[in-house]
Structures are given as structure tokens and as C-alpha cells.
């Protein structure tokens, strides 16, 4: 199988709402607000792709070429020591426990690692979404506590439904996980 991951097409955007609302994520993550459209992902991605820091970007995670879901990413704060980056990924449920998540957001934090200003990396996950969590312990995230504010706005948004845990990854730590894996 071949896993890859590339800027997020015109033609794809469709696919990604598509994804975004299936039913079987319903409670694995936020619903689409109601000012979610189809083409809004790539829009917007397109709109920020001449910046060296774009606001928003979306990946498509191809296997074997075809589209396999897609990872999201929201420039969260930028400081002159650094960035800070929201992530979210969705992985389409035939696909599910392939380990294709892990490794197509590896790809991608290889990248930014490698390729940018300092950067770390936040994401957000429901404390019942046990999948989501397996993937960022993975990847070598670590929990910490939501704001009151994020706790606030997940209340909000979920109708207290869903406890909130939120997830860091340094380049620090980054480093030393690949260090010690050799
Ligand atoms: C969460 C998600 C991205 C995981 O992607 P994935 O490619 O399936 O990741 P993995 O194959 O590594 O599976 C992760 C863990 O999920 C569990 N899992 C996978 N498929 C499962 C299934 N059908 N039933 C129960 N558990 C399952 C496994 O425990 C696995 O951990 P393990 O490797 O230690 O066994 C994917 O399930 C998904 O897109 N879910 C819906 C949207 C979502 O939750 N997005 C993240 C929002 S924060």
C-alpha cells in the first residue's frame, strides 16, 4: 500500500465534505458548522497558499493514489520563536486501523519539521474518540489540559456531550523520539 500526501485539489474538496459529514464520524469529532461548504478547504487553502504561514491548509492523503482522507492545518498562534499549529485529520472509515493516519500525519510533521521555522503542533480530541488518541500517542503527543476557553467553546459546540483532551507535540520532542528510534 502506498501512502502520500499532497495539497489538497480543487476536485477534491467535494470528497472532503463528503468525509467531514458521514455519519460514522458523528461522534468522533465536530460536525460541519453551518458555514462549512464543500469547495470551503480548498478556497481557503488556495487563498493562503502563496504564504510561507498560511492561516489554513488542507492535505489530501492519497493510497495508492486515491483519495484516502484528508489532514488539516490552522495556523494557531505566530510568535518570533515560533508557530503554533492546530491539526486535524479524518481517514475514510473502509480505511480505518491500517495504521494510515499515523503514518500519513508522520509525513507530514517530517516536513514541517524539517523544512520550517520552529513549529509545535496542538490537537484537539474528544476524550471518548479512543482511535484519535491511539494516533497522537503514536505519533509521541502529549496531553494536557484545554483552556477554560477551549473547554468553553467544546461545551458549546457539543452540547456538553463530549469532555475535550488536547494534545502537544514540540520539536523537542519530536527529536527525541526519532533519536532514540534511530
Ligand atoms: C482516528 C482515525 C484518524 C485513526 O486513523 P487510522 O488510520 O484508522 O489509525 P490506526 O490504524 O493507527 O488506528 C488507531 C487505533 O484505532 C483503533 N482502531 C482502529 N480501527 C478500529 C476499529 N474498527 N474498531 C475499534 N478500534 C479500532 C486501534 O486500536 C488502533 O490502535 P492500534 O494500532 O494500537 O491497534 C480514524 O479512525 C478517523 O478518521 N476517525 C474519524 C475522524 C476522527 O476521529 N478524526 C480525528 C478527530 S480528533
Redesign the pocket.
Known amino acids: 500500500m502506498n501512502i502520500s500526501i499532497r495539497p489538497s485539489q480543487q476536485e477534491e474538496a467535494g470528497l472532503i465534505y463528503q468525509?467531514r459529514s458521514?455519519t460514522?464520524?458523528r461522534d468522533?469529532?465536530y460536525q460541519p458548522s453551518w458555514r462549512e461548504y464543500p469547495e470551503l478547504y480548498v478556497e481557503v487553502s488556495l487563498a493562503f497558499a502563496d504564504q510561507s504561514e498560511p492561516a489554513f491548509r488542507c492535505w489530501t492523503v492519497l493510497i495508492d493514489g486515491e483519495f484516502g482522507?484528508h489532514i488539516s492545518e490552522t495556523l494557531n498562534q505566530s510568535t518570533p520563536d515560533g508557530v503554533t499549529i492546530s491539526l486535524?485529520?479524518?481517514?475514510?472509515?473502509e480505511?480505518?486501523?491500517?495504521?494510515?493516519?499515523?503514518?500519513?500525519v508522520r509525513i507530514f510533521l517530517n516536513q514541517k519539521f524539517e523544512c520550517e521555522k520552529p513549529v509545535q503542533f496542538v490537537?484537539?480530541?474528544?476524550e471518548s474518540?479512543?482511535?484519535?488518541r491511539?494516533?497522537?500517542d503514536?505519533l509521541g503527543f502529549v496531553a494536557e489540559s484545554p483552556t477554560l476557553r477551549e473547554r468553553l467553546n467544546n461545551w458549546l459546540r457539543t452540547f456538553g456531550r463530549h469532555r475535550l483532551t488536547k494534545y502537544r507535540l514540540t520539536h523537542e520532542e519530536w527529536k527525541a523520539i526519532h533519536s532514540t528510534a534511530g
Open positions: 468525509l458521514d460514522r464520524l468522533m469529532q482522507g486535524g485529520w479524518n481517514i475514510v472509515p480505511e480505518w486501523g491500517k495504521g494510515i493516519a499515523p503514518y500519513a490537537a484537539m480530541c474528544f474518540n479512543s482511535r484519535c491511539r494516533v497522537l503514536k
